[in-house]
């Protein structure tokens, strides 16, 4: 009779274990991300462009009404925060109100879409035509039919720039299951809902987190753009109202000032949308699992 082998208690312990880690490896895996190269380059570069151009303003004794230099810009931008700030606050709330509608509605109408092969084709032509028109040429329109509105007038705009990458994302996202799986769920007689959730909606998780960076950034862009359209004044004005005015005048270390808050907006938008999709993504997604090789 073979005798049974004895269990290990340090193997089983060490299978059940908990690893933690503690505050000082957290902080020394932060710092390592920090001076990573995907951090430290982008930082060298940049400040090689703003030595740059600031070195051609001297050199070419450009007037600052032409080209302003970046630290004139800088100065301009701290002497002016109290008058651009509120701004781009606006701009932000216009920006995040067409967002979050883009998202709600895309994944409806995406989820709309998968369930049934004739839906899609019928209404999907509809949302590249809708993407396609230049939102330049509609927003005035849409600035008339909610004239007593004119916050919701810009959201509207906004949305319709943020919609489709978010519905053309998802929808593919959607439509790429592994038909491998799809069979396993049709063998054990999943319902349509049980195969979306578990099945449907985790697959197209990936895809539609890449259409929230696009739709991101084409959020403020469809925000901006209204708001040059619509030339909306007073304490309700967003940053493009600032472009404007400060063009006009001839203010253009101002209006560079203007651009340089938007443009940041813009990449905190995006690195705040990456970050989100790491998040999500980083325990089994091959874009974001991080391998020793």
């Excluded at 690893?19 to 990573?36: D, E, H, M, N």
Aim: glycine share 6%; charged share 10%.
């Amino acid at each position: 009779m073979l005798p049974t082998p004895e269990k290990n208690p340090v193997a089983t312990n060490d299978s059940h274990r908990v690893v933690t880690q503690s505050p000082q490896a957290s902080w020394i895996a932060w710092f390592k991300k920090l001076v990573s190269p995907d951090v430290i380059a982008p930082i060298v570069v940049g400040i090689l462009a703003i030595l740059v151009w600031e070195i051609f303003v001297q050199v070419t004794k450009m007037p600052p009404y032409l080209l302003p230099g970046p630290f004139l810009v800088l100065q301009t931008l701290m002497s002016d925060w109290n008058e651009l700030f509120p701004s781009l606050m606006i701009t932000l709330q216009i920006t995040l109100a067409a967002f979050v509608t883009a998202v709600v509605s895309g994944l409806l109408v995406a989820i709309l879409f998968t369930q049934n092969k004739w839906i899609e084709r019928s209404f999907f032509p509809y949302a590249v035509i809708l993407q396609t028109t230049p939102i330049v040429a509609i927003a005035p329109l849409i600035i008339i039919w909610m004239r007593n509105n004119t916050f919701a007038a810009l959201v509207v705009c906004a949305w319709i720039v943020a919609f489709f990458p978010i519905v053309s994302n998802t929808t593919l996202g959607l439509n790429s299951v592994d038909h491998n799986l799809s069979n396993v769920f049709q063998l054990y007689q999943a319902s349509r809902w049980q195969t979306l959730l578990y099945l449907r909606l985790p697959s197209a998780l990936p895809y539609f987190l890449g259409g929230l960076r696009i739709s991101g950034g084409l959020a403020l862009i469809g925000a901006v753009v209204a708001e040059f359209v619509a030339g909306t004044g007073g304490a309700r004005s967003g940053i493009a109202y600032q472009i404007l005015m400060a063009s006009y005048n001839l203010q253009i270390p101002r209006m560079f000032a203007a651009l340089l808050m938007t443009t940041s907006l813009g990449v905190v938008i995006f690195v705040g949308l990456t970050v989100l999709s790491d998040f999500l993504l980083h325990n089994w997604h091959e874009s974001a699992v991080k391998r020793e090789n």
